[in-house]
């Protein structure tokens, strides 16, 4: 509450006072160290930029991070009688059953990881990959599952109640970018009271519908006219919110006016034209079967960063969800993804960083791979996989261990084992843990956004 | 609070008939409006009208005689108010089909190939993939072969070759020219001459063919199609055809190169003759059914192709009419359209008739519980067109080992559609007053089915709509198990114990589809598919019957295990228990309120509920008494922060 | 691990112990002294509900109002006129930005404004408001054709008196209220704007636009009211 009489503290002063306060009765100051931490980390962060991709419709683990190529319990793997193994080209058949064929399992030399042969072009950068398995999702309901793996919270009702992962880093490290969150049909979500409402995502359904949004037409207005209408409105919002009981709706406005000017340069549109996008970066194939058109956001993502406009892109690259015939296409459709990883990988490595002279794009940028769960291990009677609440997840980050592989499932049905004593109880790692950490490796103290989840160093480096 | 009442809680001054009053009168009417009376105004146009007010709307709101409760019931019986209801409901169910559902049965979709004609000249021929033909060479393929074209289509109706000239003899002996549906309006005259205009202030925006229907590969437009003669017939019953033919061998040759194993002149093996087919050769068959295409050789598309959809190539979902990809405002104000395929269209109307349902029922003010349970639906052109034939057409390949070669018991039974809608006719709607025996609400729509495709996934729906409930799982660690039981099974329980029972409801309709499994055909317990000594079905029954759940005295029909009762009872029956559920009113309550105050209601609104819910019951849960008592509410009044009180005091200070 | 018992912790185990075997302690009551005021503050009886977004399609019913009451298609092509896409492009362009809901691909609606949401808002009020200039603020359009300037042509020199009651009358197309129930200052802030922007306009060495100076400047007011976030929560 911002109240109308300057002299009362608002109800964020007294919650802020009354953190500060509890922590300071903490054993150790503990939370005090954290937003301690939280400081010294924020500068280091403002280089840093963030990807996340959503793999919509819940992926099969047993095709890439935790490869099944035996029958075992309820596992029916992949084979040549339930997909087309074609277009995959890291698909070598091992026999499994007569005329029927598994697939080869892929483990690069002098690795440790294993993987199936929907893992692509990402192969080539194993030791940069940090696997995440038998990731615990407790649901097999799409809107949970993808809220639970981007919130680290189940929905309550049909709401989520935790801010999205790029949410929190846009609010955490991105507010001065001209654009610090963009979300690409990607499931964000923006709630908490903490946060500052220009981190509210961009959400958009295209790339290149943005173009025409950012142009203006010169022969209506001279320079100047629009920018004081803005700054008008900004001050419109902000009287207005000062008058208001409540009024982080209208400060937002506010901030969201005094940023618009920043976004309306031909700079910007060339940014969001996809044709342009295609052109500027003709590495991705955007005619790749099934989601090549999406690669666009690559593109795009590559783009924004290079131009020091973004902080987070979120996209959603889809068709997972194959219950039926089209599971045939489902290990196509995984190379098809980490495909376009892999060329996104080798562009931020070719790419300078922005504002980091000398540093290349790759070494400060950090991308995290989600589904909202997985397949079952089982072939239904259409030929595909139902859903099924085990996970897998994967990180490629300078501040993750690269070449390893956490958690993992047990070998009959596919689900979570228990991984690690976590401080509740030995147990299996879980998207709130996979989220903290995440966080937590940028010196952003968890709870901040996340009410469950804890740090595994493990994942981390140094 | 509590004790206040429903009077206190929605403003005694509300029910008194005196809120929505002007204040005190004097010689400046307007000037006696409170910023927070202009504010209320406004909030009510919102949501009453789907806009902020005109500046008339605001004159005659400044009038003495404004009478604001008069008003509010005015625009409760207008068009904004049902679309405003809509939304909540569209918003929580998002009934849109998303792209992976893909709906082309080929029964039902005349693709075509381009052929070169007499004189070189190129033209287009339609067909139906996998058409039953008495030619050899031709049975289940294109009526024209490869000595005849110089092309094959081995894969997903590509055309592979060098086209040459199809003589004028074999043209007219194979294919018929015919003024289809999608051309003509008065298609199904022996010459049709009136043509459907497709431009111009008369052109349906809502019926659009891609242009390449429209036109010939000369680019001139399309006077008249050719089609396949089989295609073209207009028989509705045909007899039931089997080829003679030995079957094929065990290890079929790979269809798509001619090599010695196939037949000469073909790039397929011949087509299976139906086993059901083969035993009753000569009996009728309807040839609205899907059997019809490849059980018989008499069955076409009907008068003027009324019978089927064009795609403009032989690709499994070829493009077909332009369509808006999205439709905020409804049909009646388009937004611009793009080309859209031919599942894209029967997706579309899907959820027309879903949002014609919603909006009749709210206009109507029908009992709520109706969203559930309702025969009645409404349909045009398309609509009627697709339930006729589009929607039998899934079945009923499976289910002929059962006997069921066509759709008994339909969810939507085809003989209750109105007969005067053509299929291009957008415009018009009817209302269908009973649907058929087995139809409830939303429920046994297409799109709640092919959107929410598995019986789990209708369950859970329905039950977080409806009930404001959701499932998720506790903690507890999911162990491996052979427990198939999931209501019992650790980890598990916590959601399936609800959700299981729920999900039996759908038992009887096809996951990821709509055939109803009529129980004369399809027994909860079926002597039949009981299990062998060696503890296995028959491999028939595999796909309609659960052997985790079976014994050797009967089959189990899959997804009843949790409930035969409920499996019984079908969807009409997930209908009447969520509707007489005592969360469903409340659920209803909490939603509508949500929406109309924006916020997420907490705890401080359950007396507000409390007296809201009353209200609905007291009115047969009717949404229009529960949204007025909202409107004239003193939370709606006050459901956002800026008060006139606050800004005069903050221009004082 | 050793277990200490400190002396605190041992006191106050040795109470909770003897309170579980010896009858209840009477303790008399005793007069309570109020606490002292410290200061004396005015209780917040505020409503604490923040202000709600439009829905987009009532964003969107209320765009086609104001630009006459005509269907989205006609208003694309009176937006766009006929300079292609230099005001306008096309509907399905806007509508993930306006944070319409994409059933299709269960993208739920946004009930939250953002950066882009904003230069959307931008862009749309722009084709409103130049067309809306463009048609109604020249002597060709009699007074009952014109649709959002509904006054007489304002003077050429800008005048403070002349401007409120035609701004008092945007104020309550676009605001739903009159000015004079507006903050204080409003009407003079948009003045403000107004005048400069005539000022710019007429100035001989600006580049030339297709709207006079006074086109421009009542632009820039409705453009203002358009975008206002009044006009977008309610």
Known sequence: MKSNNAALPSRRDLLRQGAAGAAALLPGGLALRALADEQSFGDAGKDEFFIFIHAAGGWDVTLWADPRNTRAGLVEPASTANTETGGVRLWKDETMDGDIHSFKLLQPSGSNLVFGPGIGGLLDFHDRLCVINGLAMNTVSHPDGITFSVTGRHLQGSRSLQPSINTAMANELGLAQTFPSVSLQFPSSYCGDHLDRRAVPLMIDRVGNIAGVLSRAPQYALDGDAMAVTALLSQEATALASRSAYGDVLRGMALQYRSLPGMLSPQMQNLFNDAKLRAAHPEFKYQARGMGPSAVNAAFALEAMKRNLVRCVSFALGGFDTHAGNYRQQAQLQQTMFDIVATLLRGLDTTPHPTKAGAKLSEHTHILIMSEFCRTPQINLGGGRDHYPNNSALVISPRFRGNRTFGRTDPDQVLPLATRKFSDEQRAITPPDLLATFVSAFGIAPRKYFREGEVVPELLTG | MRAWGLAGLLGVAALCGHAGQAPAQGANPAAARTLDDYRHFRALSIDLLGRTPTRQELTDFERPDFKQEAWIDKRLTGPGYPERLARIYMDALRLEVGPAFAYTPASVILRRQLVKGPEGEELYVYYRQGQRRRRDVTDGEFCLSQAETGLSFPLAGIAVGESKPVPQQILDERTVVVRPWWLYRDFEAPHATVRLPTEGKNADPLFVPVDELLRDPDKSPTIEVRVCREEAQTADVGALFSSGRTPAPAKAPKPGAPTADLPRGRFRPYPADDAYAKAHVGDPISCRSAGALTMSADCGCGPGLRHCLPGDSGTNNPRAFSLPTRLPLGLDLPLGSTPQTVSDWYKFWWTQEAARFLGYLFSADRDFREVLAAHYSFVNGPLAAFYRTGAPASCCDREKAFGMIESTEPLFDPKALPTDLAPFDTRTWKMVPDRGAHAAGLVTMPVFLAKYASRRSRAAALYTTFLCRNFVAGKEELTPSQEPNLTVRPGCASCHATLEPLAAYFSRVEEANWTFLPAWRFPLRNLTCKKNAQGRLPGFCNVFYDGDFSDATAGVLRGAYASLDHAAAGAAGAAVALGDAPEFAACAVQRVTSSFLGRPLTSDDDDLLTALGSEFRRNGLRMRPLVRAILLSDAYRRSNNISSAIWRRGDHE | ?234
């Open chain 3, 1 to 234: 691990m050793t277990t200490r018992l400190t002396a605190g912790s041992a006191t106050a185990l040795a109470l909770a112990l003897s309170a579980c075997h010896r009858p209840p302690i009477a303790i008399a009551p005793t007069t309570v002294q109020p606490l002292l005021a410290t200061a004396v503050i005015p209780q917040d009886t505020t409503p604490k509900e923040d202000v709600r977004l439009l829905a987009a399609e009532v964003y969107l019913r209320t765009y086609l109002q104001l630009f006459g009451g005509i269907p989205p298609v006609e208003a694309q092509q009176r937006a766009r006129g006929n300079e292609g896409t230099a005001l306008f492009d096309n509907w399905n362009d806007y509508l993930a930005a306006l944070g319409f809901p994409d059933y299709r691909n269960d993208l739920p609606r946004s009930t939250q404004t953002n950066g882009l949401m904003m230069a959307t808002f931008d862009r749309l009020g722009m084709a409103l408001c130049a067309r809306a200039a463009e048609h109604d603020l020249r002597d060709a359009t009699p007074l009952p054709q014109r649709l959002l300037f509904a006054f007489a042509n304002p003077p050429a020199t800008p005048d403070r008196v002349a401007f409120a009651p035609a701004f008092d009358l945007l104020h309550r197309t676009f605001l739903g209220y009159p000015a004079r129930l507006a903050p204080a200052g409003r009407t003079d802030a948009f003045f403000d704007v107004y005048r400069d922007i005539v000022a710019r306009h007429a100035d001989g060495k600006a580049p030339r636009t297709r709207l006079t100076p006074v086109q421009a400047g009542w632009m820039a007011v409705c453009l203002g009211l358009v975008r206002h976030p009044e006009f977008h929560t309610y």
